[in-house]
């Protein structure tokens, strides 16, 4: 028996550089191959040891880069800034293109509306919205054109 955090695995797949983990209380998890191999356990744990798993790998590998390459002391605050605005950038290029499924002729995501976010969650489904309103954590408020 394996735990992610404290959730229980119930069957892992793999497909080239993603595991595919659906744990037993149904819900699935997409994660490369690798960050699976370093958090997968057969003991359970909290929040804070599995970020403390996830993360731990990774900072290693940046020095040992940030060593490889000389990095200065004082370059660091900018690469770090470039690095920043690259992931920025990225994440709103996948953005851009999930949202051109909705609105074919969007330039920009400063154009989406909120037509369109509705659209998105009446796709969604009334079940997930269902859920929202009943999760204790939920701040969610609905669309007010989800109303029947």
Not at 4 to 31: A, H, R
Not at 68 to 73: H, M, P, Q, T
Not at 104 to 113: A, F, G, Y
Request: glycine share 4%.
């Amino acid at each position: 028996m394996n735990f992610i955090g404290n959730k229980k695995i119930q069957t892992v797949s793999e497909s080239g550089n993603e595991t595919v983990v659906l744990y037993e209380d149904g819900s699935q998890e997409i994660l490369s191959t690798l960050m699976y191999k370093e958090i997968v356990s057969e003991i359970a744990c909290d929040a804070t040891a599995l970020r403390e798993k996830r993360i731990t790998p990774i900072v290693s590998d940046v020095l040992k880069v940030l060593r490889n390459w000389g990095i200065k002391l004082n370059e660091l605050p900018y690469m770090s800034a470039v690095l920043n605005e690259s992931l920025k950038q990225n994440e709103l290029e996948a953005l851009k293109e999930l949202w051109i499924k909705w609105i074919p002729t969007l330039r920009s995501l400063d154009d989406v509306d909120l037509v369109s976010i509705d659209r998105v969650l009446k796709a969604k489904g009334v079940k997930e919205l269902e859920k929202a309103k009943t999760d204790a954590d939920s701040t969610i408020i609905p669309s007010p054109y989800n109303e029947k």
